[in-house]
């Protein structure tokens, strides 16, 4: 590869990214792939972006592979994101669980691509919050991402100022955080709730069981129309005929899988389709 050639060098980088974690970088977003892979070469004492296309074509550097991986993935989250989710969580979802499994007493959540946590701790409160109706229930949270490094910062709990203003309602700060010098750290309690491990969406989901609610939102829109569908289908095989699936406001099922359909009235929430109607 020419040295200069710019262009070249970003779709092997866009590539590795697409390869291992279903990622499409559009040429709007090719600013990305520089500005978070020009630290990761220097940190790894290369001169330029070109050494470590090198290396990555290598691929003998499994480590390499992994963090340019990492770097590349969007890990933008925040407490009760779009609130509306939350509130269709509480007052539309969670009501009916209770009714539907009263028998067996238990649910299990799942929040795909969960980034630092934000998402499956404002889930654990909204069940905490409700914690009279769940009285000898058994409620499990699974949070996973590809990137091991901001899982570790998940199980940890802590957040700075910025973060916690984002979305946190000051009443909730104060009740499930401790302030911790310059940051706040949820409590032993809200953690408790949550298990985090990783996973790539692009591989087999059967290690974790059946989950009556996933929340899988803003990570479709990173992805092509076959690697959606494969997800969708491989989610809507991991829940129940009455589970319900969450996405982002700007992600749909509409013409990528008949697995899903919208629920009237409930945006960005959609339930399994029968069998007999896929």
Same mark, same amino acid.
């Given at each position: 590869?020419?040295?200069?050639?710019?262009?070249?060098?970003?779709?092997?980088?866009?590539?590795?990214?697409?390869?291992? &974690? #279903?990622?499409?970088?559009?040429?709007?977003?090719?600013?990305?792939?520089?500005?978070?892979?020009?630290?990761?070469?220097?940190?790894?004492?290369?001169? &330029?972006?070109?050494?470590?296309?090198?290396?990555?074509?290598?691929?003998? +550097? =499994?480590?390499?592979?992994? !963090?340019?991986?990492?770097?590349?993935?969007?890990?933008?989250? &925040?407490?009760?994101?779009?609130?509306?989710?939350? +509130?269709?969580?509480?007052?539309?979802?969670?009501?009916?669980? *209770?009714? &539907?499994? =009263?028998?067996?007493?238990?649910?299990?959540?799942?929040?795909? !691509?969960? $980034?630092?946590?934000?998402?499956?701790? @404002? *889930? =654990?409160?909204?069940?905490?919050?409700?914690? =009279?109706?769940?009285?000898?229930?058994?409620?499990?949270?699974?949070?996973?991402?590809? @990137?091991?490094?901001? *899982?570790?910062? !998940?199980?940890?709990? *802590?957040?700075?100022?910025?973060?916690?203003?984002?979305?946190?309602?000051?009443?909730?700060?104060?009740?499930?955080?401790?302030?911790?010098?310059?940051?706040?750290?949820? $409590?032993?309690?809200?953690?408790?709730?949550?298990?985090?491990?990783?996973?790539?969406?692009?591989? @087999?989901? $059967?290690?974790?069981?059946?989950? +009556?609610?996933?929340?899988?939102?803003?990570?479709?829109?990173?992805?092509?129309?076959?690697?959606?569908?494969?997800?969708?289908?491989?989610?809507?095989?991991?829940?129940?005929?009455?589970?319900?699936?969450?996405?982002? #406001?700007?992600?749909?099922?509409?013409?990528?899988?008949?697995?899903?359909?919208?629920? @009237? #009235?409930?945006?960005?929430?959609?339930?399994?389709?029968?069998?007999?109607?896929?």
């Amino acid at each position: 590869m020419v040295p200069g050639d710019k262009s070249a060098r970003l779709r092997n980088l866009d590539r590795t990214g697409q390869d291992r &974690s #279903g990622i499409v970088l559009t040429k709007e977003k090719s600013y990305l792939l520089e500005s978070r892979l020009l630290p990761l070469a220097r940190k790894r004492g290369m001169a &330029s972006l070109d050494e470590l296309v090198a290396a990555i074509r290598n691929k003998r +550097d =499994a480590r390499l592979i992994s !963090a340019v991986t990492e770097a590349m993935t969007t890990n933008e989250s &925040s407490f009760f994101r779009d609130i509306r989710p939350f +509130d269709i969580f509480r007052k539309v979802v969670l009501p009916e669980m *209770l009714e &539907s499994r =009263a028998a067996k007493r238990g649910i299990r959540i799942w929040c795909a !691509a969960c $980034s630092t946590g934000q998402e499956p701790y @404002s *889930l =654990a409160i909204c069940l905490r919050e409700e914690a =009279a109706k769940l009285t000898g229930w058994r409620t499990e949270i699974i949070g996973t991402d590809l @990137s091991t490094e901001v *899982l570790e910062k !998940a199980k940890v709990g *802590l957040y700075s100022q910025f973060e916690v203003q984002r979305g946190m309602p000051i009443q909730l700060l104060m009740k499930y955080f401790s302030q911790v010098n310059e940051t706040w750290q949820i $409590s032993p309690q809200i953690r408790a709730m949550v298990r985090f491990r990783p996973l790539n969406l692009l591989e @087999s989901f $059967s290690g974790l069981g059946m989950f +009556d609610i996933v929340f899988c939102r803003n990570v479709l829109i990173y992805f092509d129309n076959p690697t959606k569908k494969a997800v969708l289908e491989k989610i809507a095989r991991i829940m129940p005929a009455d589970g319900k699936l969450f996405l982002g #406001g700007a992600e749909t099922v509409i013409g990528v899988t008949k697995a899903f359909r919208p629920v @009237s #009235g409930q945006r960005g929430l959609y339930e399994i389709t029968a069998k007999d109607a896929q």
